[in-house]
């Protein structure tokens, strides 16, 4: 990780398995990620994070960490399949 | 019927006897498809091994057969499969698989006369060389071949010790008369038969290297399932079992691969012979047709020739260096085989141009008889 | 964490082989993160693939992982799971792997109603041979063996699988990861065959071929043409052409094999002692 773990930061970003495809980037709902030059991701605007962990979950490369986000604490989303069902 | 030395004297056929010896070998796991001449192994097992906690399946063909029972032996379960000359073909890839990652396993061969569906209950011996190489790539196999039902009880006890000892795919070569035909055999008492499992690791999960071998070339397999977590690849992988494109690993995996074959070859080589010492002339032979050879032999010394014979029940790995010794010591070898000429030129590349090797081909899904035989050793 | 992904990654490896953007790695985090909300110990879960980009997974993966030939990773895990019924074996594999090659092998798995939960990654397209099209290629699309486009129709795995006889039957995208975890989840518990297809992007043959953009693009685009199953049975069948239909298919509780074998055992023990 390069990203120091401390609370102040909610997405920890581990730059080598990063390959910049941009999904975390485009799928944030709340544009807390940029792209830097090198095309890796980095984070913007930390503060307006609400950790949805959508990054985490669609990251393909296991490259995102989302510091304490809800997942972490209970099973998520069981009502997604009740409505999915036919 | 409890026959001598309190071993229970039995009337099997082949198919029946192999069933049989491979459930006190410890096969606990079959998968099969069925194909004539080898189906009774299949409905034995069928019986037998639920009766014994073990497990049989019938798979949709042979390459899910082969493939389950790969999968079943990662578990540690002795496992094995059985078919003919259509199916054999169907096994080859994942035999390969089960040869380059070293999972061992028994793959029973009843041989009928091929190409393609050919005559699907006559006997031939004409995959010998498919046994050896159906698989692509250079690849370590072991293939042994019984001629009597007897010998199909102790090779097939073989064959799964061998497998294990090595972890190698064994190939039993059968013949469809060796398949078909009774005769009887003293099964001996479980406690009286030798049986040999796969080498377990004597060091903790951590420290497990997967493909890390001893001296004798065969790496420690832990059966999945209980705490040592690896991973088995058919591409070029290295000592942690991971694969690697690097040169000098892949140079050393196959060979190792072929080392520890060729450094167990004297334990794994099995052969019987009559007449040797003072034969000019020599019979070479496998299978049902190395009976006739026995008998040919006597024929012709009852004529006054010195003829002598070798029945090669390890077919693979050929044993050279015997032919070659042998080849050094007569005018002539002779080799009858059930095909075009196969074993023929492992012969020849044994003899070296020592010793004249003469061929004799029968290829109409009928026997070679011993005075087909005698006639050939008598034609100098 | 309840869901320590990084515990079950062979880290040393990483970053993995797969493409920027590739769909696989979505499906895979989806995968371990239902094995994490299962909690299930990792000397008990047993992964087998077949052949190709989805295949490669096991590799990655810090549990008894076995990486066979192409096509036959049910069929080996048919052995496994036999052999060791107490095991989770979960089938990681392409729509090539599963679909094409591995076809027949599918249909008996699901038949016997095998105890394995299979993954179909199913991304249009053979990925790790450059881009042929596969079984699951739809009619008109292009590939590098279909530069005309597709001549053949794709068929309906989930379909398949259901008539075959398995017990759990379900589809999502790379879109819908949470829902497809879930749907994973779900098919670890069953008892039985289940079987989960996860559409996937294929960025580098697929999309580029096709024209679809960037891998952000091609996931919009299964978000904006996935239609709910409940929503798509209201729907004429000819306005769902070209549609992705997602959700739960089915859920079945035939008897899975291994106990119906377990029962074999005792009356063949029974038979063995008369
Ligand atoms: C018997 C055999 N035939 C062909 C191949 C070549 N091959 C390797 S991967 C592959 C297709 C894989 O496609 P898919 O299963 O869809 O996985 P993807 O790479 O798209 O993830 C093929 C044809 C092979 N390895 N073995
Ligand atoms: S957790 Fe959600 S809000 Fe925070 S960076 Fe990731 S996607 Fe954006
Ligand atoms: S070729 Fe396609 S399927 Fe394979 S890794 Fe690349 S994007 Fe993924």
Redesign the interface.
């Given at each position: 990780m390069t990203s120091a773990e401390s609370p102040e930061v909610p997405v920890l970003v581990r730059q080598?398995?990063c390959?910049?495809?941009?999904?975390c980037i485009?799928?944030c709902p709340k544009k807390v990620l940029e792209a830097a030059a090198d095309g890796k991701v980095v984070l913007a605007r930390p503060e307006d994070c609400i950790k949805c962990e959508t990054c985490?979950?669609?990251?393909?490369?296991?490259?995102i960490?989302v510091v304490g986000g809800r997942?972490?604490?209970?099973?998520?989303?069981?009502e997604?399949?009740a409505?999915?069902?036919? | 019927m409890p026959g001598h030395n309190g071993r229970d004297l039995r009337l099997l056929q082949g198919n029946e006897c192999c069933a049989e010896a491979a459930i006190l070998a410890g096969c606990r796991f079959f998968a099969g498809y069925p194909i004539t001449p080898s189906t009774e192994i299949a409905e034995l097992l069928s019986e037998k091994l639920p009766q014994v906690g073990g497990k049989f399946i019938q798979m949709e063909d042979e390459i899910a057969s082969m493939a389950a029972v790969i999968g079943a032996s990662l578990t540690g379960a002795k496992s094995m499969t059985a078919t003919s000359g259509p199916g054999f073909s169907l096994k080859q890839e994942n035999i390969g698989f089960a040869s380059f990652t070293e999972v061992p396993c028994v793959i029973v061969n009843v041989q009928r006369t091929g190409p393609s569906t050919g005559l699907p209950t006559a006997p031939a011996q004409a995959d010998l060389m498919q046994a050896r190489w159906g698989t692509h790539g250079d690849h370590p196999i072991v293939a042994l071949y019984p001629s009597t039902v007897p010998e199909v009880f102790d090779l097939t006890i073989k064959a799964f010790n061998i497998a294990e000892q090595l972890r190698v795919p064994v190939i039993l070569l059968m013949d469809e008369v060796v398949g078909h035909m009774r005769e009887k055999v003293a099964i001996p008492h479980q406690s009286e038969i030798e049986i040999v499992s796969r080498p377990q690791p004597d060091v903790p999960p951590e420290e497990y290297l997967p493909y890390a071998a001893g001296p004798d070339g065969v790496p420690p397999m832990a059966p999945f399932g209980t705490g040592y977590r690896w991973h088995v690849t058919g591409l070029y992988h290295d000592e942690t079992g991971f694969p690697t494109t690097a040169a000098p690993k892949v140079d050393r995996l196959m060979k190792r691969l072929y080392s520890k074959i060729e450094s167990a070859a004297d334990e794994i080589t099995f052969t019987s012979d009559e007449f040797l010492d003072d034969a000019d002339t020599v019979v070479v032979a496998c299978g049902i047709t190395a009976r006739s050879a026995r008998r040919s032999v006597r024929l012709a010394r009852e004529k006054g020739i010195r003829a002598g014979m070798v029945q090669l029940k390890t077919i693979w790995p050929f044993p050279y260096d015997l032919v070659g010794d042998i080849a050094g010591r007569v005018d002539r070898i002779i080799v009858p085989e059930m095909n075009m000429g196969q074993l023929i030129g492992e012969v020849e590349r044994a003899a070296k141009g020592r010793c004249e090797v003469v061929g004799y081909s029968r290829v109409d899904g009928e026997p070679i008889a011993p005075a087909e035989i005698v006639a050939k050793i008598e034609e100098v | 964490m309840a869901v320590p992904i990084d515990d079950y990654l062979r880290t040393q490896f990483m970053p993995h082989i797969w493409c920027p953007g590739c769909g696989h790695g979505i499906i895979l985090g989806a995968v371990l993160r239902a094995i994490g909300r299962l909690d299930l110990p990792k000397d008990e879960v047993c992964i087998v693939s077949g052949i190709g980009c989805a295949s490669r997974a096991p590799g990655y993966l810090d549990f008894n992982t076995v990486h066979t030939t192409h096509g036959r990773a049910l069929a080996f895990a048919t052995g496994i799971k036999i052999a060791r019924p107490d095991l989770h074996v979960i089938v990681l594999t392409g729509d090539g792997d599963a679909a094409a090659i591995g076809g027949n092998h599918l249909i008996h798995a699901a038949r016997r109603n095998v105890g394995l939960t299979t993954v179909m990654f199913n991304n249009s397209i053979y990925g790790m041979t450059n881009g042929q099209y596969s079984p699951m290629t739809p009619r008109g699309r292009y590939a590098s063996t279909a530069p005309y486009g597709n001549v053949e129709r794709n068929f309906d795995m989930c379909e398949l699988v259901r008539a075959a006889g398995g017990n759990y039957v379900a589809r999502a995208t790379t879109a819908h990861a949470r829902q497809l975890s879930n749907y994973v989840e779900n098919a670890i518990q069953t008892p039985g065959f289940a079987f989960v297809e996860a559409v996937t992007q294929c960025p580098t043959y697929f999309g580029r071929r096709n024209k679809m953009g960037t891998p952000v693009d091609m996931i919009e685009w299964f978000r904006k043409n996935s239609i709910n199953a409940a929503a798509a049975a209201k729907l004429d069948p000819a306005d769902l052409d070209g549609k992705i239909i997602i959700g739960e298919f089915y859920r079945g509780d035939a008897p899975e094999y291994t106990e119906v074998y377990d029962e074999v055992i005792e009356r063949a023990k029974e038979a063995a002692a008369r």
């Open positions: 080598e398995w390959k910049g495809c941009g999904i485009a799928m985490e979950i669609m990251c393909p490369d296991f490259a960490r997942s972490k604490e209970v099973a998520r989303g069981r997604d399949v409505d999915a069902r036919a | - | -």
